[in-house]
């Protein structure tokens, strides 16, 4: 299966809504064209029932302004897919990730609330890189549960990456300046580091992420060379918020979005980008081993409009 086919498996629940939505407005729009001098009220009404329908997607109250300015500035466009389309796919494209520059390997911190899926992530991202021919270290910087630590160990054997563990109780940051002189010795391309889940409301468990994060500056020229902060769709706008806190603290360069497949909320990928600038890097679509796909706008929008079949 391609990426694609894979995207469009994940977003099913939110196309499905999404398409139906937009059909019968579509044909409810006409008949109402259809009455001739009612045409402007009808419009108005188009709008409220727009509003309505990217709301509930979950597309954020920015991005959804912003969508129904470009059908406004298209009064006479009748395709409002056609228009919500584009409009989606500048919103998405503006949110670009961070140039590769810096010093190798390239370090990738891995950050996010408990359960979000960032162990699972790891594992997935670390067979991806690995399939693009690329040689890596996974370090295991959760130094609380030894059964996440255990499970990636799994996920980096089947990777075939190096893998460094902490020992309980061990300092995360010395850990991580561990592998990561372990990926220089070794000549690899990518230490992929996997943090333990923290509340961003816990200070002390943000200040051991910056330390973290000073730790891996020293080891390497511009590390961490990308922060991505893991997200699970299905908590709908409070995952913005979440995301807003890590931003603030944590120095996030990218999104990974989870879940996508548990939810007709997948308009949360354009609120996100909206509203915080940050790009979305991978979502993850099902329970699968290779249900974790590259990000790509121009796929997205493309799948959230046709549905999987
Ligand atoms: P962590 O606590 O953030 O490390 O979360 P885990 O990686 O342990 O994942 C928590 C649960 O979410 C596991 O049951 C995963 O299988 C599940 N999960 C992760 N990503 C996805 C996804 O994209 N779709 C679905 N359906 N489940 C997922």
Known sequence: MSFLERLRGGLRRTTDQ????????????????GVGPAAATASVDTLDTLEEILIEADIGVIAVRRLLDAVRDHPGERDLRSVVKGELLRMLEAATPPPVRGGRPRVVLVVGVNGTGKTTTVGRLARLLTLSGERLVICAADTFRAAAVEQLEVWARRAEAHFV????????????????SAGTARGCDVVL????????????????????????????????????????????QNGLAQARAFLESAGVTGIVLTKLDGTAKGGIAVAITAELGVPIRYVGVGEQLDDLVPFSPAEYVEALFEPAW
């Open 18 to 33: 999404l398409v139906s939505r937009f059909d019968s407005l579509a044909a409810d729009g006409v008949r109402r064209v």
């Open 165 to 180: 563990r902490a020992r309980s109780g061990a300092d995360p940051a010395a850990v991580v300046f561990d592998a990561i």
């Open 193 to 236: 580091i996997d943090t333990a889940g923290r509340m961003h409301t816990r200070t002390n468990l943000m200040s051991e992420l910056e330390k973290i994060r000073r730790v891996a500056g020293r080891a390497v020229d511009g590390a961490p060379h990308e922060t991505l902060l893991v997200i699970d769709a299905t908590v709908g």
